[in-house]
Nanobody, 130 residues
């Protein structure tokens, strides 16, 4: 059974940075594309960033492009979302998600729809104060 555990959330002032980590267990990590989603208060969960199985290709939501950076370490089975120049609009619960794709290209970027992902972490709260 795949398990995802996020860490690194917290309270930060606008303009600051946070680093979210996601630890994967329970299956072959390199069979999964990985993604991060965010759910702001009163809103639906939305795609933030995705990464290919190889770790070479990434894609981002327009709202975080240039400020967030996603990486993965296949040996350690971890995914890290570095978030910089945070704004109050970045506030929300951040979820790590795993998309089982054993037969797809190693370089396909993360899918952007919730329904594409098979496993989810419990979420970590990020609050950005103005």
């Amino acid at each position: 059974q795949v398990q995802l555990e996020e860490s690194g959330g917290g309270l930060v002032q606008a303009g600051g940075s946070l680093r979210l980590s996601c630890t994967f267990s329970g299956d072959t990590f390199t069979s999964f594309r990985m993604g991060w989603f965010r759910q702001a208060p009163g809103k639906q969960r939305q795609f933030i960033a995705g990464i290919s199985k190889s770790g070479l290709n990434r894609n981002y939501a327009d709202s975080v492009e240039g400020r967030f950076a996603l990486s993965r370490d296949n040996a350690k089975k971890t995914v890290v979302l570095q978030m910089n120049v945070l704004t109050p609009e970045d506030t929300g619960v951040y979820y790590c998600a795993a998309d089982f794709d054993p037969l797809g290209s190693r370089d396909n970027v993360g899918r952007t729809t919730e329904s594409s992902y098979d496993y989810w972490g419990q979420g970590t709260q990020v609050t950005v104060s103005s």
